[in-house]
């Protein structure tokens, strides 16, 4: 997310810059089968689930280190030698409102998610800029107030600032995600 503005004489001018990673792991090699269908459909809404539910942590907890690097690399900030992972269930209307990581870079990996639900944003993880001046809106012509949202596919990841305000946008009833979610630096 970062948000740049000509400035005269042909140079850009950046304001707020910040760096997100948002894509799609593979998740051959990471996951078997689906990890979403061991899971009963009711129980707590967000339920911790062991690392060893993912046979690839290893090669998850790799790419996500390399992720976390590259923004690392691009504040010209030291490199991230190590992470923390945890392997959630949501379901049953799960959400979370404005949350920050208190760790130098976040990150999520969905896993598995159930067949599309009725919502589109349902499910989604949204991020927002937390910072004095923005109304966490965006707002024509300023350099802040950017959202974007996350949805809740297979390998769909975000790596993120640990400060930038993230949020779950509630599940339906009968959704249910298997979600990795990492912190480092």
């Known amino acids: ?6 400035a ?3 140079a850009v001018t950046r304001y707020w810059k910040t760096g997100v990673v948002i894509g799609h792991f593979s998740l051959d090699g990471i996951t078997d089968g689906d990890p979403a269908s061991a899971i009963p ?3 707590e809404r967000c339920q911790l689930l062991p690392v060893t539910a993912v046979p690839g942590m290893a090669a998850l907890q790799e790419r996500l280190l390399a ?8 504040d010209e900030a030291a490199p991230v030698t190590e992470i923390d992972i945890t392997v ?16 130098r870079y976040a990150a999520w990996v969905y ?17 927002s800029d937390p910072r004095a001046g923005s109304a966490m ?9 950017r959202q974007f949202i996350v949805r809740p596919v297979p390998g769909a990841c975000a790596v993120v600032p ?6 779950v946008i509630p599940l339906e009833p009968r959704q249910h995600i298997t979600i990795a979610i990492a912190s480092g630096g």
């Open 1 to 6: 997310m970062t948000i740049t503005e000509t």
């Open 8 to 10: 005269p004489a042909g």
């Open 41 to 43: 459909a009711s129980g």
């Open 67 to 74: 992720a976390m690097n590259d923004l690392a690399c691009a």
């Open 88 to 103: 959630q269930a949501w379901r049953n209307g799960y959400d979370e409102p404005a949350f920050a990581s208190p760790s």
């Open 111 to 127: 896993l598995a998610a159930s067949d599309a639900p009725a919502h589109s944003e349902s499910g989604c993880l949204a991020f």
């Open 137 to 145: 809106t965006a707002m024509p012509g300023l350099p802040f107030g």
């Open 162 to 167: 640990g400060w930038l305000t993230s949020s």
